[in-house]
Structures are given as structure tokens and as C-alpha cells.
């Protein structure tokens, strides 16, 4: 994890994205692209384009149904469990945080209580890895 910001629920991601986003290129200078959710697309995948010049992929989940034109059939719904590209990465490091009593829950008042404590969870897990 680079950097967090909690913020209140009533403020969308898309618009979160850009509190986040707004100082990392100074503090993260290689990075140039990002995989983000379904929710980002839109106004924040232009914006992230256009300001950082950085490009975006929106993972998507599959299509399971939609219009077609009479006489066309429509493709195969995929069955079962589908692993999505990166998707991964954020829900493995949402269980590392889970871990963690305090952020298996949301016991903290001040939202920046909470990015304090994920900081130092990720940061117990590196030191540990490191020292194996």
C-alpha cells in the first residue's frame, strides 16, 4: 500500500480519488499507471488522464447479459467463479488489513485514526516479511 485516505461515506470513490491521487505524483514519481474498479470509470479515469497523464484500465466484470440484434446469439455466460485481472491485489491486501483487530471493524472517531492504523498494519507485514 503507497498511500490511503478514509473518508466520510457519503463521498463517493470517484471523487475520494482525487483527494488521494492529488500528491502522489510528487511523492511517487514512476508511477504511471493504474488499474482501478468500475466505479472509477468515467470523470476520474478522464481526469486521471488529463492531469497526471498517466493511463488507466478499468477491470470490469464479465458481461452476463445485454441487448443483441435479432438472429445473433449471444455469447457464452461464464459459469462459476471468475478471477478478475488485478482485482486480486485489492481484496488480498483488504484481507491483510482484516487481520488487524483494530480495522476489522470500524472502532475509530477520527478518519485519520484509521489511515494511521493502516499504515502501521502494512508496515508490521513488510518488517516481517523482511526479517524471514
Not at 88 to 93: D, H, I, Q, S, Y
Request: aromatic share 12%.
Amino acid at each position: 500500500m503507497l498511500k490511503a485516505v478514509v473518508h466520510a461515506a457519503d463521498i463517493a470513490d470517484r471523487d475520494g480519488a482525487r483527494r488521494l491521487l492529488g500528491a502522489v505524483p510528487a511523492q511517487f514519481p514512476r508511477l504511471v499507471h493504474l488499474w482501478v474498479d468500475a466505479g472509477y470509470q468515467g470523470n476520474c479515469v478522464t481526469w486521471i488522464g488529463e492531469t497526471l497523464g498517466w493511463t488507466v484500465e478499468v477491470v470490469r466484470k464479465p458481461r452476463r447479459w445485454g441487448w443483441y440484434p435479432a438472429g445473433v446469439d449471444p455469447p457464452p455466460v461464464p459459469a462459476g467463479f471468475q478471477v478478475l485481472p488485478r482485482r486480486w491485489v485489492v481484496e488480498r491486501t483488504f484481507a491483510w488489513l482484516g487481520r488487524y483487530r483494530r480495522l476489522s471493524k470500524d472502532y475509530e472517531v477520527l478518519p485519520a485514526t484509521t489511515e494511521a492504523w493502516m499504515y502501521l498494519a502494512m508496515s508490521l507485514l513488510m518488517t516481517r516479511r523482511l526479517a524471514k
